[in-house]
């Protein structure tokens, strides 16, 4: 499957979470369990996707409130591509199975970058886990 193709489901993916918070909730565990199973392949870029993933729960949750629909979007996109099964790189190869994982990732980090912030700075005030 190529990369565009894998990035338009996400895109779909990601507008049906908007409308259903208890599938981010879903979505969020799921990807929690994938991390947790491929924390070595997934690198540097490991601790910013749990932050993109707890961003997703606590907004499902309903506790996070502050977040726009368009870095909603970006943030259950990404974690929907890392996700889904079918890569343009295929997640189980060696060293370069996670390549375009980490690249959404980045890119989404990248664009949230305000957001990823102000996340990181609510969740230092709340104490209310989301896992």
Avoid: C, H
């Avoid at 338009?8 to 208890?22: L, T």
């Avoid at 909730?25 to 996707?49: F, I, P, Y």
């Avoid at 996109?77 to 980490?102: R, S």
């Amino acid at each position: 499957m190529d990369v565009g193709k894998r990035s338009e489901d996400a895109e779909k993916q990601a507008k049906v979470i908007i409308d259903d918070p208890a599938a981010a909730v879903g979505m969020a565990d799921k990807a929690q369990q994938k991390v947790r199973k491929n924390q070595g392949k997934l690198g540097s870029v490991r601790r910013d996707l749990e932050t993109l993933i707890r961003m997703l729960k606590a907004w499902g949750k309903g506790k996070y409130k502050g977040i726009g629909i368009a870095n909603l979007l970006i943030v259950a996109g990404a974690v929907f591509y890392f996700l889904n099964p079918i890569d343009a790189v295929v997640d189980f190869l060696p060293l370069v199975g996670f390549t375009d994982d980490v690249a959404v990732i980045m890119f989404a980090i990248a664009r949230l970058r305000d957001e990823f912030y102000k996340f990181q700075d609510w969740e230092q005030t709340v104490d209310i886990s989301v896992d």
